[in-house]
């Protein structure tokens, strides 16, 4: 495999694709250049702060409430007893605030930055929000009930949908990325050649389902929740009245942009890029490929036995689910006004009963599979899981202690401020803002593929940023998802990318990284480009991007 790897990576070696291989190789671990960044941050707010930078600005408090009685009947002397009090009105004072850099160097930055550290990793919800979440879906994934309806699903298409079901099946297991990648895509590849058709199109067609738009899905999904509570962390700072997000605040357009990208993948699939390939001739499959593994005999009894069991315990869990929500007085329903959906225990649970739903499938498969089988094989899959995230963990603690310190500097508003401040006297709208968010978003995901610390980087400066210009957090979340998929089935530091280059020699003998990047390179501007005007069609007719989520503020 390495000599493999080696070739592609001599054959794509040239041009700017290899150059920018070789620049993004450089670049260090994510969490090394966290630590750069905290280091910059301590020493660009002493500097600040020496020069006594600030910036003044309007800032509204509340300063208390009112109850106003609004009385029936003209001229009684008592308010009516039928009518309810009226809600408290709060009032807003409006003054005006110098904000000024504070240095981490001084003798109670220092004494923040060595307090903090715990703290501020205790306070950072992100990492209960990845341990909750992986629980059901690394039982799940373990188990092989991803990998079986996957393949399922694969087999049971009709071959006029087999290209769109590949496509949608991409974008869906970005819930279980691995799951996607490793099992996807050679699927995508022995489906197309038992149609006849050109296999280098199939392994096309799952690679830009998995990756093009990867932030989307019609699932809550652990990023989801990640991408959530860096942003409330983010917002505490900036406006901590603020109602913080919650994960469903992008669930309408994330489903919508789901089905939408997968039918334009679909379409240039079909009309261009398998078209352009041409007829497959099976003498291009390299002499030593492996065969394709296809399940038979005992292998389809025990996924079958499995997947049917994996239905009947995520039913049962599906109606624990509906008897705790769905009936009268139901404690996951708001207590005071009875919803289910805004602001409920429902909703604030909603990831937590996601993955107990993951959960309870996994657990079904596995004992009809036979699997996974036994409590110590299910906490040693847990326990797999968890190990796997050790170095996400690590980034995590990172990523809070640069958070705190950024906001204790004040940089962070001094940059929004004086930003919002420039880009307001240019009077720039707000959808060409977004717009150009999108487009940065894009070319920074050419060095750096991963969706939370490309945001981690990005949401300190630009959600303070978009807040001040009145354009809300969860407006620029849906922007930085049309922006973060596109580039990765074209960016050389896709971690996949070796495998992909593999996978298709298996069919194409002299395939390397300019097969690949020439295959998909369409789909990167098509997608890119389509996405961008349907999240201005949604920006304007004002949809909201999920429930309890407007377009705009207020």
Known sequence: MSDAVAETEEQGGGGFLGWIERVGNKIPNPAMIFLGLIVIVIVLSAILSAFGVSVTTEVAEPTGTSVVQQEDGVGSTYPSIEREPAEAEPHYE??????????????????????????????????????????????????????????????????????????????????????????????????FVSLGRHPLAGIA??????????????????????????T?????????????????HNFFFAIASTIFTAIVMTVLTERYVEPRLGTWDPSERAADAPADHVPTGDELVHEGRGLKLAGIYTLVAVVIVVL????????????????????????????FIISMLFLAAGLGYGKGAGSLVGSNNVIGAI???????????????????????????????????????????????????????VLLTFVIDLIMPG????????????????????????????????????????TPLMVYLPFIILLCQRYRASSGMGTVVSIML??????????????????VIGIPWGPGAPVHLG
């Open 94 to 191: 409006v003054h005006t605030e110098t904000i000024k850099a504070e240095s981490l160097l001084s003798r109670d930055g220092v004494a923040h930055m060595f307090t903090m550290v715990v703290q501020n990793f205790n306070d950072f919800g992100v990492v209960a929000v990845i341990l909750v979440a992986m629980i059901g879906v690394g039982v799940a994934e373990e188990a092989g009930l991803i990998a079986a309806l996957i393949r399922k699903m694969v087999q049971v298409a009709p071959p006029g949908a087999i290209t769109f079901i590949i496509v949608l099946l991409g974008g869906i297991s970005s819930v279980a990325s691995d799951a996607g990648y490793l099992v996807l895509i050679p699927l995508g590849a022995a489906a």
């Open 383 to 437: 326990t797999k899981t968890f190990n796997g995230l050790g170095g996400l963990i690590f980034l995590m603690l990172l990523i809070a202690q640069f958070i705190s310190f950024f906001n204790y500097s004040n940089m962070s508003t001094l940059a929004a401020t004086s930003l919002a401040d420039l880009l307001g006297r240019a009077s720039i709208g707000p959808l060409p803002l977004l717009i150009g968010f």
């Open 451 to 490: 969706v939370i610390p490309k945001w981690a980087i990005m949401a300190p400066i630009f959600v303070p940023l978009f807040y001040n210009l009145g354009i809300a957090p969860q407006t620029l979340i849906a922007a930085y998802r049309v922006g973060d998929g596109p580039m990765n089935v074209v």
């Open 205 to 230: 067609a799952a690679y830009a389902g998995v990756s093009a738009s990867f932030f989307v899905n019609i699932l809550i999904t652990p990023a989801d929740g990640i991408i959530t509570e860096v």
């Open 232 to 248: 409330n962390e983010i917002m505490h700072g900036v406006a901590p009245n603020a109602p913080p997000l919650n994960v469903t």
């Open 522 to 539: 369409p789909y990167t501007v098509v997608v890119l480009v389509m996405w961008i005007i349907f999240f201005v069609l949604w920006y």
């Open 324 to 351: 705790l929500t769905a009936l009268p007085n139901a404690p996951l329903r708001n207590p005071e006004t009875g919803e289910i959906f805004g602001n409920s225990p429902f909703m604030s649970s909603l990831l």
